[in-house]
């Protein structure tokens, strides 16, 4: 069974490849408009504050970088699922500007990899453990739906 791509909601019929290409521009764009007292706002109490968005997105971008590879290197790759939140325990003491500059860093480097694989190696299949099933296309998507997703949480959070 092929699982259900669960930022596909976020990605709708956009190409993933494009928005994950406008991201680290719209993300820069973001940072500048938010400050740093911005970056100490969340969307409400108890969520995470925008620095700690940005931090997630450079350490998502940093999985998504060792599952591509991982995915295109090994037969019937399975992906280690991790905990977001007990990641994000420090985030409060790490930069804005140090986790932007790593997102921004490491992406240019997906990309790079992204334009190298061939149709076959977009529909390569692998698993995750809670999601089932999936393509190598689906893991690029799941990347700009996420982006998509945060990016929409950051742009309320600088329109406040």
């Excluded at 399975?78 to 994000?88: M, S, Y």
């Excluded at 299949?125 to 950051?154: C, I, W, Y």
Aim: hydrophobic content about 45%; proline content about 6%.
């Amino acid at each position: 069974m092929i699982s259900v791509n669960p930022y596909a909601s976020f990605l709708g019929d956009r190409n993933a490849r494009e928005v994950i290409g406008e991201t680290p521009g719209r993300l820069a764009a973001l940072a500048a408009r938010l400050g740093a007292d911005g970056m100490e706002r969340s969307l409400a109490p108890g969520k995470w504050p925008a620095r700690a968005i940005i931090c997630h997105l450079a350490d998502c971008e940093t999985v998504f970088a060792f599952r591509l590879r991982q995915a295109l290197a090994e037969p019937h790759y399975v992906i280690q699922p991790f905990d977001q939140d007990v990641w994000a325990k420090p985030y409060g003491s790490f930069s804005a500007d140090a986790a932007l500059a790593v997102f921004s860093t490491v992406r240019r480097w997906n990309q790079a990899l992204l334009d190298t694989v061939t149709p076959e190696q977009f529909s390569k299949k692998l698993s995750h453990p809670e999601r089932g099933e999936m393509t190598f296309q689906v893991v690029v998507e799941t990347m700009a739906g996420h982006d998509l997703n945060h990016l929409g949480q950051l742009e309320t959070i600088a329109s406040k």
